[in-house]
């Protein structure tokens, strides 16, 4: 019988998680990466192609370019949360969530390597979309849209992505439906997305929106990552990037307290 | 050091207000170093409730559990290092090839190059002409070998075998019991649970009859056969006539055979049925 030296609390668990969830995505590629950057085409060609020539911001940037950051965080935090969740969920219904539940893996180790799959499947999503979209600016505009602080925008893409999937860990752990996990994208993700700036600019918004807004730590990322690429935004990067790390606090805790009280038991 | 004690183990679930269910009502029982322990019980009785807390699934409501000397309650990391689990029902993830799965259950317990290893559970359990395969695309008998890969890809020291035979043929079954033997004679100790009492009764050096979260047997299947089970003998004597004789099974043949008066140099034929551990199980289980 061949036996092995266990190194004591390694890093390699975390890092079969972290290789597992992207496998896993790449495996349904069509589905997690390629559709969404379809329905971000659509986005640009009918908003910020057709109509973008008919909205004016009083900030003076062209809405095809106010548009492609907000795409790009969409993409981020949809795919972000989608991967942690749906990554979650198929394991309750398949039975290997139980696999880790009774392995020598620590909760820090499942929800950092859920936080990193979120990211490089968010990140590669808003990559793209970003991609499309500055080809879509270079030949409306006839330039390509280039990202101004691109440290900002790298930043802004890890906590996005921290905070959607540490969001999706919380969900999923503690919902026993189906139906409750599409209730958190359907009353709580979607609202806080269309309402903290991904199409519009809050000043465009009647002062009672204006003021609820201000109160979504969505509008605060949205604007950060905004920032980070046009250099131009509707709150300023320090408050943004307070918020976004408090928000990864907040989330981070959320999903340790799902993972002590939810369930790793298949359904 | 034993492998596995359970000691005064309680588990109740509040399903409400008005009703707690006692799942397991203090369990005290050890398994030894290589030993393999079957734990018989009928459905609901509270077998998987104690594999589940052993494995830290479920949380004990109290009492405690010590692997290898180390207590799973208060240090679950090193506790899941030494154990092993097959689980009663078969993961069905769609995703990954058998390689792939056992190459993430390697890692799960901190084995990153583990290639070696797995290569020799695939071919030992004959699935390496099915290595690249996903599991829908293997047979029953196929997941439950991969089931057993998988438990055994860090090399544990205890083994947790719920049902690995429910649903398969007799001649996987067989092969399993081969199997487990192995472990056994490699040092593996194994907590078993089965419904098949022919499996007990073959591989098991100690069995532990489980009902109503209570352990209300602990011994050797010999010992539950002689304690609980018949003996049934048939005899023809010399004037010609036929004797049916019950009794215990504890019992030696001349001690029957002097309570009812025959002796051995009258006997020209017999046929003795010696006590089932069916029949045990049933009595106890009833009492």
Request: net charge positive; hydrophobic share 45%.
């Amino acid at each position: 019988m061949i036996t092995q030296k266990i190194i004591p609390m390694s890093m390699v668990p975390f890092f079969t998680l972290v290789k597992k969830e992207v496998k896993r995505f790449m495996k349904v590629i069509v589905q997690t990466v390629v559709s969404p950057i379809v329905s971000s085409f659509l986005y640009l060609l009918v908003f910020g192609v057709s109509l973008g020539n008919s909205v004016t911001l009083k900030s003076g940037v062209p809405y095809l370019a106010f548009l492609i950051p907000g795409l790009m965080v969409m993409g981020l935090i949809n795919n972000a949360f989608q991967n942690s969740s749906s990554s979650i969920v198929t394991s309750k219904f398949s039975g290997d969530l139980e696999d880790i539940r009774v392995a020598p893996v620590t909760h820090n180790q499942i929800i950092w390597a859920m936080g990193f799959g979120g990211i490089i499947r968010g990140g590669m999503v808003a990559l793209i979309t970003g991609i499309v979209g500055s080809l879509f600016h270079l030949m409306q505009r006839g330039e390509l849209l280039l990202i101004t602080h691109p440290f900002w925008t790298l930043y802004f893409v890890i906590t996005g992505g921290l905070i959607f999937a540490f969001c999706g860990i919380f969900v999923a752990f503690l919902a026993k439906t189906f139906d409750q996990l599409s209730a958190f994208s359907t009353f709580i993700l979607l609202p806080l997305t269309y309402l903290g700036g991904v199409f519009i600019s809050v000043e465009n918004l009647h002062p009672v929106w204006q003021t609820i807004s201000h109160f979504n730590p969505l509008f605060y990322l949205i604007n950060g990552f905004r920032f980070s690429v046009l250099g131009v935004s509707d709150v300023d990067l320090t408050t943004s990037v307070i918020v976004t790390l408090i928000a990864v606090g907040i989330t981070y805790s959320m999903a340790q307290i799902a993972l002590k009280k939810g369930s790793f038991n298949r359904w | 050091m034993n492998a596995l004690e359970i000691k005064n183990l309680k588990k109740t679930y509040i399903q409400n207000a008005d009703k707690k269910v006692e799942a397991l009502k203090g369990i005290n029982f050890e398994i030894k170093q290589g030993e393999i322990f079957g734990l018989l019980g009928p459905n609901g009785a509270g077998k998987t409730t104690l594999i589940n807390s052993i494995t830290t699934l479920e949380k004990p409501t109290s009492g405690d559990i010590q692997v290898f000397g180390t207590s799973v309650l208060e240090k679950p990391l090193i506790t899941k290092k030494q154990i092993g689990i097959v689980h009663q029902e078969v993961i069905n993830t769609g995703f990954f090839d058998v390689l792939e799965i056992l190459d993430f259950q390697s890692g799960y317990y901190g084995l990153a190059n583990n290639k070696t290893r797995i290569e020799y559970l695939v071919k030992k359990l004959a699935l390496d002409t099915h290595a690249t395969k996903k599991i829908k695309q293997l047979s029953g008998g196929m997941k439950r070998r991969l089931m057993i890969a998988k438990a055994l890809v860090h090399s544990p020291k205890l083994l947790l075998l719920d049902e690995p035979t429910a649903g398969v043929d007799v001649e996987l079954r067989e092969s399993l019991w081969a199997f487990v033997r192995e472990l056994k004679n490699e040092g593996i100790s194994v907590l078993l649970t089965t419904h098949y009492l022919e499996e007990a009764e073959a591989l098991c050096d100690r069995i532990g009859i489980i009902n109503k979260g209570e352990l209300i047997f602990c011994g050797t299947p010999r010992e539950v056969i002689a304690k609980y089970s018949t003996k049934k003998i048939s005899l023809k004597t010399k004037d010609g006539k036929q004797h049916h004789f019950v009794d215990s099974a504890s019992k030696e043949l001349s001690e029957i055979l002097q309570k009812n008066q025959i002796s051995f140099a009258d006997i020209i034929d017999i046929q003795i049925t010696e006590g089932k551990l069916e029949e045990a199980f049933t009595k106890v289980v009833n009492l």
